[in-house]
């Protein structure tokens, strides 16, 4: 869990720096993307479930 909470805090201080930087944000921006990156994530977790 202390992972999960330290890469939710990295993204939310990257998405604050990119936005007063006035960078392009390095991610999706729409929750259709997000959503093809999650898939993408699933689908290489299930295949690597089904080999082992």
């Known amino acids: 869990m202390t ?4 890469a939710l805090s ?6 604050i720096l990119f ?14 993307g997000i959503l093809g ?3 993408v994530f699933l689908g290489s977790v299930l295949f690597h479930t089904l080999i082992s």
């Open 19 to 32: 936005s007063w930087l006035r960078l392009p944000l390095p991610a999706p921006p729409t929750l259709t």
């Open 37 to 39: 990156a999650f898939g």
């Open 3 to 6: 992972q999960h909470l330290l």
């Open 10 to 15: 990295a993204g939310f201080a990257v998405g």
